[in-house]
């Protein structure tokens, strides 16, 4: 069903609808946490044709492509979801834009060329893939698109989580529009939100981060049919004829949810 990556861009598309943009209908620009292979990451990164995807990255690769072509990454995004665990190394380099790059995090330093550079801000050539990271979450871009697994979000008095150690800082001047994904990272959301006034770019931007419920919607309306499928007093089913019914209400328990996923994102 891909619910949780579509709940979630119910959110995304209602809150740029409020800064007064279309993202099925105008270009933005998406930073990523994540691959084609990943299930939120993958079908997110194709729920719409304007997507300009310049960085991502995963536990394997950093991906850099500082101008994309819309319709021809969007293609071969496609092909990676497609092919099974598929990696950042696995896209086409010639599909790149200028200056654009595909590396290993295990690279210890990169000789970055001046498009990824001025994409990055960084003022080096050379840096390392932990500098490169940090520069991605810290990155002028409309969206945050947080497909992986793991914290990459901190807030300026807690300290560095085992697990991660590229973080970002809750009142960092310049967070994206939305962000959702991840598990954690609670108290940086609040510092970002109480910060949102000074975070200026052309022009103001709120800080909605958005937690991924589709998922569990979707299992809270299943579990119920289920439920009523097997109350007390009712005429057995036979297990064929079970499943047909859950499966021919797909459409309408995903209509339900991601309906519920936009009220959530509104309130």
């Known amino acids: 069903m891909a619910i949780t990556a579509r709940g979630a861009w ?60 819309a319709a021809r990454s969007l293609r071969e995004r496609e092909r990676l979801f497609r092919l ?46 932990v500098d490169i990271i940090r520069a991605i979450l810290c990155m002028r871009v409309d969206l945050l698109w947080n497909g992986g697994i793991g914290t990459y979000v901190k807030a300026s008095d807690e300290r560095h989580v085992r697990s991660a150690i590229v973080q970002r800082r809750g009142t960092c001047g310049r967070p994206p529009g939305a962000c959702p994904g991840g ?4 108290q940086s959301r609040l510092l970002a939100a109480r910060a949102h006034r000074i975070c200026r ?9 958005i937690d991924n419920s589709a998922g569990v919607n979707t299992s809270d309306v299943e579990v119920n049919l289920k439920i009523l499928l097997d109350a007390p007093g009712r005429e057995p089913v036979t297990p064929g004829w079970r499943n ?15 309906r519920n996923n936009y009220l959530q994102s509104e309130a």
């Open 84 to 129: 099974p665990r598929s990696g950042w190394n696995d896209y086409n380099a010639r599909l790149l834009s200028r200056g654009g790059a595909i590396f290993e995090r295990s690279t210890k330093s990169v000789t970055l060329s001046r498009e990824a550079q001025a994409l990055l801000e960084l003022p080096q050539r050379r840096a390392s893939p």
């Open 201 to 209: 770019r052309r022009r103001p931007h709120q800080h909605r981060f």
């Open 183 to 186: 598990w954690r990272g609670r």
């Open 10 to 69: 119910e959110c995304i598309k209602r809150h740029c609808r409020e800064l007064g943009s279309d993202i099925q209908r105008e270009p933005f620009t998406v930073a990523g946490i994540g691959d084609m292979s990943g299930d939120v990451f993958g079908n997110g990164m194709l729920l719409s044709r304007q997507i300009r995807l310049v960085a991502a990255f995963n536990h394997q690769h950093v991906f850099l492509d500082p101008k994309p072509d």
């Open 244 to 258: 047909r019914l859950l499966a021919n209400a797909t459409d309408e328990v995903a209509a339900l949810v991601l």
